[in-house]
């Protein structure tokens, strides 16, 4: 850990009078911040104008939302627990980290939740809502006792706020005030910029009456005050200016705004947990770019719509998660059939079945490759960071409209919710969708006018003269006409897989960090890049020879892997999905569960790939990543 | 005179073609010999000659079954989907180009069991799609099963002892969903009734719901035997708002002149089982129309690029 723990451990305190020239300054190259209160308290806002103001003022960020199952689960309760973790760093910060060195408490309850996940270093500094000790409730008075009894383990470090009695001095009902109360604490001890703070808390309440914000404002400032005059140190995370024009958002606005900048102008949609923001965010500015968004009646009518878009203009596309993935199957094989392009995103959640609908989980690569009856090629790409879901809306565009194709974008909980900036991204014409090409075809121009070496073919579209075929999901020729016989099925086949290849001659090798050769390659792909790197990072300042590698292109993969494979003695994939553990009862060689990209790597590479999975409904930690970098090293961590 | 109309390019192109019914013709249709099917096609042939619409400019979306091989006998833009999914995917192409002259074709099984969902949605959406749901009250194309429309007792392969339970009735079904617009039922017996109906259906602005009741010479050979043979078991709804036939009306003497702006009486004429009722029940042109509601003017590329660098000031840092 690059962070310094200079702070006492486990002392239970009264905050004291202290004037800021006797604070201790922590020093760090980075720190990991969580807010958390019972779900309804706002802790989130919170949390994100804390990583909004800290991006802004220059500094690596990375923030991960909590979130309960519900939406207003019983108060003072542990599944209550709701607010955001926000990591920031003096360089790019590229995932959640381990565990949090500074919290600010609500109550004792939701804290005892993160206690419990494992999400607290040992020692971390806690800002903790004093009322509940001294409640008039016997019984609060007891669950806080019982609570600081479990905390104890933790050797954190308290201290009590008095939160609500601070806050009632300026308005009436302190549940909808403490979040500003404890983010000017926040920006004290983080010397934030309280105008930026106050600039992004009127564009927060920009909607309401002008009071509302200037109430909120009153509260950041009496938090800061507070903080100034009572706590006895500060933190501070050195900003290193990127210097180049950064946006901060998260993954699933990056997706919605860049399905704008990819041209995209139609998204048919049905309401899924964690894709919904993505179709709030596009809901509110499509039209005024000339785009829609349709609410279907259900997942196979959203599917239906974007088809039929798609076949009648401009691609379109639909954004669900996994549940919705399922009953999108169907359509999605006779777009494959069609040769209808379509973007489809897949904000993976845990599964199968409903299964955890808010959290993280990359459960869905198989079933999206291989989801369809028959053999339905398509594309599957992964983003890995917030940048990536941005541009690879444009990619996905373009890839189904040159290969007449499905182009599946699989997204996950992590990137959907957490926040990260990037450089902003030069928008060009290039991006956009050409106007449909209307002009009439030569006479005879059959719809699936196949490449015989590519399978690349002209799309037909309504309104061309000449054009008219009627597209089918069943067996069909170069005409589209219905044919049954071997022949005409396996030239189908043939033709659609074709294009695959074809694709997969386009991309570029992916590139090994780390070194080329060693010990141990660990594979990953989509949210987790961040996470394993900085574990390789950890292992190869240990000395361990150990590189990762990150694949973007899951169907087709991207070329040469194999020779890549190669350098390393071992190769093993770490990722968000289930897999058996080697040792566990009745579980050999031969009927292992592995994680779904050491399945489809054995396959293709006939390397013997191994892997380390863990389905947490949380991002992995690096430092997870980084044991079990030591555990799987061919000869031992010693080596 | 055909105008090619095409808004996407800001240009419209004078066509002098005259096109007959053989410029609608494609392959020949492999129904049954006694399918219902053929009449309807005839009847959507003539329908599309005398109103000339541009082949390249009609789309014909269809599900699943006997009726979905529809599109590949018609010279048009068509879209063979899936069971039960025609009316999402004609709602995407008529969204996508509004301009487009958008039929869905469906049957019994497809409309009214797999696809009921859709069905009720897209009638309330009310979009601008002449929707024909070709109802022989049983499977067909999978040989002989009952479906939501078979009459009770009907023997299948699925209920050799006879459906046990009443069939749907897909016109209450479809004027009891918000904001039907056009109702309207004929039967494969009657062509000119069909080319009438289908017509009225065309010139109607949204969501047109035509059910024409036909029997499946192999399964349902019976099923509408007694309204061809005897005229005193029919009943047509007339009215100038609706469907008119003169030559019918002297074979079948019994008429009601039924307003199709009267919904309750639409209601009441669709629940009585005393006799077949063809015509149009209920018909009103005045509900928003689901691509005009949603319609938005379109922008230009340097527009786009111009809002969208002022959304992304709103994430600078």
Known sequence: MTTSQAQAPSKHEKAADASAGEKRIIRVKEHTVEVVSDSGEGAQKCGQIFGRVSARMGNGVWTVEIIPAEIQPPPRTPPSASGNRIR???????????????????????????????????????????????????????????????????????????????????????????????????????????????????????????????????????????????????????????????????????????????????????????????????????????????????????????????????????????????????????????????????????????????????????????????????????????????????????????????????????????????????????????????????????????????????????????????????????????????????????????????????????????????????????????????????????????????????????????????????????????????????????????????????????????????????????????????????????? | MIQLGCSLLGSSVEDDRYLGMEDYQKAVARWCSGCGDHAVLTAVQRLLEVEQLAPEETVFVSGIGCSSRFPHYVNSYGFHGLHGRALPVALGVKMRRPELHVFAVMGDGDCCSIGAGHWVHTTRYNPNIVAIMLDNGVYGLTKNQTSPTSPKGLRSNTQPRGAYIDAMNPIATTLGVENASFVAQTGDWVPDHIYETIRAAYHHPGFSFVRILQRCPQYTDNLFLEAMRNPDTIELLIHPDGVQVKDLEKLYTNTVYHDPADLVNAFRLAQLDDKIRLGVFYRNDDIPVYEQVRAVPAKTVDEKIAILNEELDTYAV
């Open chain 1, 88 to 639: 920031i760093g003096t360089k790019a910060v590229t995932n959640w980290g381990d565990g949090a060195h500074l919290v600010a408490a609500f109550n004792e309850q939701v804290l005892l939740h993160r206690h419990r996940m494992n999400s607290l270093e040992k020692g971390c500094i806690i800002l903790i809502e004093s009322m509940w000790k001294t409640h008039d409730d016997e019984d609060i008075r007891a669950e806080w006792a019982a609570a600081m009894d479990e905390l104890a383990a933790g050797e954190y470090r308290f201290v009590e706020v008095p939160m609500e009695e601070q806050c009632l001095t300026v308005v009436d009902n302190p549940r909808k005030g403490k979040n500003m109360f404890v983010l000017g604490m926040l920006a004290n001890i983080y010397s934030r910029d309280l105008e930026i703070i106050k600039e992004l808390i009127r564009h927060e309440f920009r909607k309401k009456k002008a009071e509302v914000a200037e109430s909120n404002i009153a509260l950041l400032e009496l938090g800061h005050r507070w903080a100034d005059e009572h706590l006895d140190f500060k933190v501070e995370v050195p900003i290193e200016a990127p210097g180049v024009p950064m946006v901060v958002m998260n993954g699933n606005q990056a997706v919605a705004i860049g399905a704008v900048a990819a041209g995209l102008e139609l998204c048919a949609m049905y309401p899924i947990t964690p894709a919904t923001s993505a179709s709030h965010y596009l809901s509110e500015i499509f039209e005024s770019y000339g785009g829609i968004v349709h609410q279907a009646e259900d997942e196979i009518a959203a599917a239906g719509v974007a088809v039929g878009a798609s076949f009648a203009g401009k691609t379109a596309f639909t954004i669900t998660s996994g549940p919705g993935m399922a009953l999108k199957t169907e359509f999605i094989g006779l777009a494959v059939m069609t040769e209808t392009p379509l973007v489809l995103v897949d904000v993976q959640r845990g599964g199968p079945s409903t299964g955890l609908p808010t959290k993280i989980e990359q459960g869905d690569l198989l079933s999206s490759i291989f989801g369809q009856p028959g053999d339905a090629p398509k594309v599957v790409m992964a983003p890995a960071t917030m940048e990536e879901c941005f541009l690879c809306m444009t990619t996905a565009r373009r890839i189904a409209e040159a290969f007449r194709c499905v182009v599946m974008v699989l997204t996950d909980a992590n990137l959907a919710t957490g926040v990260q900036p990037f450089p902003r991204p030069n928008v060009t014409r290039e991006w956009m969708a050409a106007p449909l090409d209307l002009s009439a075809l030569p006479e005879g121009h059959k719809p699936y006018d196949w490449d015989p070496k590519t399978g690349l073919s002209r799309r037909h579209i309504p309104g061309q003269r000449n054009g008219m075929f009627t597209a089918t999901g069943l067996s069909h020729d170069e005409a589209s006409k219905i044919g049954y016989t071997p022949d005409v099925h396996e030239r189908g086949c043939e033709m659609r897989a074709r294009k695959m290849a074809v694709l997969q001659q386009t991309l570029s090798p992916p590139t090994p960090y780390g070194d080329e050769q060693g010990d141990l390659l660990v594979v990953g792909w989509g949210s987790t890049q961040g996470a394993i790197e900085e574990a390789v990072d950890r292992a190869r300042d240990e000395g361990l020879s150990v590189s990762s590698l990150h694949l973007r292109f899951l169907s087709p993969m991207e070329p040469g892997l194999k020779e890549i494979f190669g350098g390393y003695s071992k190769v093993m994939t770490v990722e968000v999905n289930y897999s058996d553990d080697p040792n566990a009862p009745y579980v050999t060689e031969e009927n292992r569960r592995r994680g779904q990209l050491a399945w489809l790597l054995r396959a293709q590479t006939l390397v013997d790939v191994d892997c380390w999975t863990r389905v947490p409904g949380e991002p992995l930690r690096p430092g997870q990543i980084l044991q079990a970098i030591r555990d799987f090293m061919p000869n031992g961590a010693d080596a």
